[in-house]
């Protein structure tokens, strides 16, 4: 009988990865400064904040004595327009499945905050298919800082350098690099792929069964 493959852990980002949130999270930015900013910001420099939770972008585009305001009406938009605007990357349900039935732990890592990752995850049915959610509120330093994949990694008990770390920023891959974690650049609705591939991650998938193809090929070859 071969001997058993070794832990392995598929670590995810959310926006961008699991689903495509990105069209309402800019909307859901423009909402809640529209009182306070002379103009909305575009789609690119709302991008451009990523990485801590939300109340630090907003930071960006509102005063401080306007964040608390601004804050409460991102999650008003946000959690009000989730049904209507967010769809789960097709498969992706599968994916996270046919990673727990070959023995691996699935965990998130996200830099949305707290409230908004699992706002959506339950949303979309996923919060109990996780077996860990590490938020930008749960970390002192975000992406591309490995603190969250190293926090991640001791949650779900598995060495980082047997993390495969799946996302649609550069920030996903250089995080995972830092870490020791195998990388996986995902395009399905990546807001710049060419940015992200610049990034030379170990693996590229443009479609989710070609994720579930990576990980069964992973998986084995850890049996090897």
Known sequence: MPDPSPARALLLDFDGTIA???PLIFDAFRHAVSPFADRLPTDAEVEATFGPAERECLSAFAPEHCLDEAEARFFDHY??????????ADGMAGAIEHARS??????VFTGKGRRAALFSLEALGLLDRV??????D???RPKPDPDGLHRAARLMGVDPGLVLMAGDS????????????????VTWAAFQPDRLLAEAPDHCCSRVDEL???IDSLHHEGRG
């Open 212 to 214: 579930v193809a990576l």
């Open 102 to 107: 070959l023995g691996w732990k699935v965990g």
């Open 170 to 185: 550069p920030a996903d891959i250089r995080a995972g690099r830092s870490a020791g974690a195998r990388t996986c650049a």
């Open 131 to 136: 077996d860990c959610v590490v938020s930008g």
């Open 138 to 140: 749960d970390v002192e």
């Open 20 to 22: 495509d949130t990105l």
């Open 79 to 88: 959690e009000r327009e989730h049904e209507r605007m967010v769809r789960l």
